[in-house]
């Protein structure tokens, strides 16, 4: 199936970037209806634009609480024609309003592999502990900080002299890839969701056809 994406974003847009050149390239199929910013000026925007894509701004500063913000965001995303939403580089925290509205449907990409070093700097953080390992993560969004089932990982070697800004370039890399293959696998069809038996049990999440994809179990909350 063509997947129709709304993509979130709040700065330069390499992920998005690299979903509308799979698309131009024919690996992908998708079309990205809207891209959406928090941020006035993201240079993200001028990359949709210059490929085609609508755009619009929805700045965060403007609404009183998350959720009014979220509202916005699902009434454009909605009139855009968007039926999966991709957050790249977004850095707001989604409510259930958002998610509600396209249930399951929501993905997003983090540098880091979950569960460590969740929320912002998630590189620094890397850094800070000494870690040998860490990677990106692609995951389905829950009301959580990139708690969400995870479809998706790509490991990436911390070097003896890395600094935050090299660390950040090959995950980046990374990043750009995975979220590729994983789109590409929703859009053929390969993701799987089986519910819990029980109100006392987990449901279990599959993405078939991905290099480094794995079956997460989740709370059912």
């Known amino acids: 199936m063509t997947l129709d994406l709304g993509v979130l974003i709040s700065g330069r847009g390499s992920n998005l970037q690299a979903i509308l ?16 910013s928090n941020r006035p000026g993201a240079p993200g925007l001028l990359r949709a634009q210059e490929a085609g894509v609508p755009t619009a701004v929805i700045n965060h500063k403007d609404h009183a609480d998350r959720a009014s913000f979220d509202a916005a965001l699902v009434d454009a995303l909605r009139q855009g024609g968007a039926s999966w939403v991709v957050l790249a580089g977004f850095m707001r925290i989604v409510t259930n309003v958002l998610l509600d509205a396209f249930p399951g449907r929501v993905v997003n990409v983090h540098p880091s592999l979950l569960p460590a070093f969740p929320g912002v700097s ?6 800070a502990h000494g870690v ?90």
């Open 21 to 36: 050149d799979a698309i131009a390239a024919g690996t992908l199929d998708a079309r990205v209806r809207l891209v959406i």
């Open 122 to 127: 998630a590189q620094a953080q890397a850094l």
């Open 132 to 221: 040998r390992i860490t990677g990106c993560t692609v995951h389905l969004v829950d009301p959580g900080t990139d708690t969400g089932p995870i479809l998706a990982q790509a490991a990436v070697p911390v070097l003896p002299d890395d600094t935050e800004e090299r660390l950040s370039a090959r995950i980046l890399a990374r990043e750009h890839e995975l979220l590729l293959h994983v789109l590409a696998a929703i859009a053929a069809g390969n993701l799987r969701v089986h519910p819990p038996a029980s109100p006392a049990t987990r449901s279990r999440v599959e993405l078939l056809g991905v290099p480094g994809a794995l079956g997460v179990e989740t709370t059912n909350d």
